[in-house]
């Protein structure tokens, strides 16, 4: 494949882009890539007990859609797997449908013929999962009429992860093929970058409503020993967990609770002898918070973000938490001073931000319900402009 890509390349420096050798060459390049991808991520289908798990959410989905939401101005699609993903569509959207990968022609044509047949006017994808893409377009070839969204989690520093660049590049080109009408991204500046390059899209954010039945933090800090986590913060670089374990071992008698760890983590955090609980893996929403409320503080100071869910978690159970600079929360309120961190890759103004932000915490948690009154207007906006134009 490599060969290939460098026989490309030559191609590109030796003809122009519109001769027919080059669209062939170019055409086939793009083939040989489609075919790779497939055969890489073919392996996550290939034993009985996965099939069957697939064939059974399918089955599923197609039930919620005959039983729910026949003749329903939209439904959105997500992957109940994907935990940000999948809180964030719950969290946007009433109508709602979850669906994992959807392997072979004939479970993409019973997903496609279930949704044609239940007269759904806007079908929204909540980011694109394996399979998807066939479904999508088996939808509106049945029926032009049917709107097809798709919202864009992911932000531009994720087209680095191979998977992720393929399904970009993929729903691009079916808007560009008219299968999808319009674009939703959780990012402004996203936004308006895909509206000037042609792609029509609007804009979203993420919310978090908690039941009120939940547990909320009534917690009184004890500065002597303050506990702080930092979640959803493996070791990818862009989750930055590093930086804010040394801003943690930084505060006197402090401990951080990590969830999820993995070795590197763990031998990082006992290498700088910072007292630490942790889980090994993700775990989902209501265990999560019920963590966050034993927590002082939480961090989630990330290098990239659109629109996270941790830290309006985070706040909604009654703890503030730390973001980083790079995401739409908090603008034009003075909470921003209190919670948003403008150096992510510093442990000393991180370890400060946190000691200001829990000695100004009941100020902290009055600015932050003044602000998600205004936010929640706001995002009942987002989604009824995104379902209705």
Request: with cysteine; glycine share 2%.
């Amino acid at each position: 494949m490599e060969q290939f890509r460098k026989l490309k390349q030559w191609f590109s420096e030796k003809f122009q882009h519109d001769s027919l050798i080059y669209r062939i060459v170019d055409k086939t390049y793009h083939w040989l890539s489609s075919i790779k991808y497939d055969l890489t991520h073919s392996s996550s289908v290939k034993n009985a007990k996965q099939r069957r798990h697939f064939a059974k959410q399918v089955k599923n989905a197609i039930k919620i859609i005959n039983e729910q939401y026949k003749d329903s101005e939209y439904i959105a699609l997500y992957n109940p797997t994907w935990l940000g993903v999948a809180n964030s569509t719950k969290g946007l959207f009433t109508n709602t449908v979850p669906l994992e990968q959807v392997f072979g022609r004939l479970k993409i044509r019973a997903v496609a013929k279930a949704i044609i047949k239940a007269n759904i006017k806007t079908i929204i994808f909540s980011q694109i999962v394996d399979g998807w893409v066939d479904v999508l377009k088996k939808v509106k070839k049945s029926n032009p009429n049917v709107k097809i969204k798709v919202i864009w989690h992911a932000n531009n520093f994720e087209v680095m992860s191979d998977y992720t660049w393929d399904l970009n590049k993929k729903v691009l080109k079916l808007y560009d093929e008219k299968y999808i009408d319009e674009f939703a991204f959780v990012k402004k500046s996203m936004v308006e970058f895909y509206n000037r390059a042609g792609y029509k899209a609007r804009y979203l954010t993420n919310n978090v409503h908690l039941d009120e039945s939940q547990m909320k933090s009534n917690k009184q800090t004890d500065f002597n020993r303050i506990q702080v986590g930092v979640y959803n913060a493996n070791s990818r670089e862009l989750k930055n967990v590093y930086n804010q374990l040394c801003a943690v071992k930084l505060i006197d008698g402090a401990i951080a609770d990590i969830v999820p760890t993995n070795e590197q983590i763990t031998k990082f955090a006992k290498m700088i002898n910072l007292e630490h609980t942790s889980l090994p893996d993700y775990i989902d929403t209501k265990d999560l918070l019920n963590r966050c409320i034993e927590n002082d503080i939480n961090s989630y100071i990330t290098f990239t973000e659109c629109s996270p869910m941790v830290p309006l978690e985070s706040f909604e159970a009654g703890v503030p938490c730390l973001v980083g600079s790079n995401n739409d929360y908090f603008q034009n309120s003075k909470l921003k001073s209190y919670v948003v961190v403008e150096r992510e890759d510093d442990p000393v103004y991180i370890k400060d931000k946190m000691i200001e932000c829990l000695k100004n915490k009941e100020e902290v948690m009055e600015l932050y319900k003044q602000w998600k009154e205004q936010y929640d207007e706001d995002c009942k906006r987002y989604v009824k402009e995104f379902i209705e134009d």
